[in-house]
């Protein structure tokens, strides 16, 4: 199976790694040549340098054959671009998208995109840490 990793930041290579470990035929995606090094040098993948909204960069990774796009650059807009591209343009039906923005990400998901937001993430897991914590009860006071 072919993935695509748009993005090779902390996220990105992580996952591209995780992938390739997994049996995955995985090709990165970045503007950043130094990207590279955060795959580690015995990376099995591809790694292009590039910018994931160009169509020929897109090609060039191998996006026709692609089974699955994930897009994880820093940017939202770029990664809502991205992802309807590889969606709508190239097929690829297991597109994955992170987004930042709640509102955003709520918005695409009803789109058809796959949207992970951590930020919603963030906020879901530190509310319920915060409820399962031990409280002091509040103490009341008595009018007299």
């Known amino acids: 199976m072919k993935a695509i990793v748009v993005g090779c930041g902390r996220v990105g290579s992580k996952v591209a790694k995780k992938l390739a470990k997994a049996g995955w035929d995985v090709t990165a995606i970045d503007e950043a040549e130094e990207a590279l090094g955060r795959l580690g040098e015995d990376w099995p993948g591809g790694f292009i340098v590039g910018h994931g909204m160009d169509v020929k960069v897109l090609r060039d990774a191998g996006i026709e054959e692609a089974d699955a796009v994930v897009v994880a650059t820093n940017g939202d807009n770029t990664n809502i671009?991205?992802?309807?591209?590889?969606q709508k343009r190239f097929g690829i039906e297991c597109t994955v998208v992170r987004l930042?923005?709640?509102?955003?990400?709520?918005?695409?998901?009803?789109?058809?995109?796959?949207?992970?937001?951590?930020?919603?993430?963030?906020?879901?897991?530190?509310?319920?840490?915060?409820?399962?914590?031990?409280?002091?009860?509040?103490?009341?006071?008595?009018?007299?």
């Open 81 to 86: 671009v991205v992802g309807q591209v590889a």
């Open 100 to 144: 930042l923005d709640p509102a955003r990400a709520e918005l695409y998901s009803t789109l058809g995109l796959r949207v992970v937001c951590p930020t919603s993430s963030a906020i879901d897991v530190l509310t319920e840490a915060v409820k399962s914590c031990s409280v002091r009860p509040q103490a009341t006071t008595r009018a007299g």
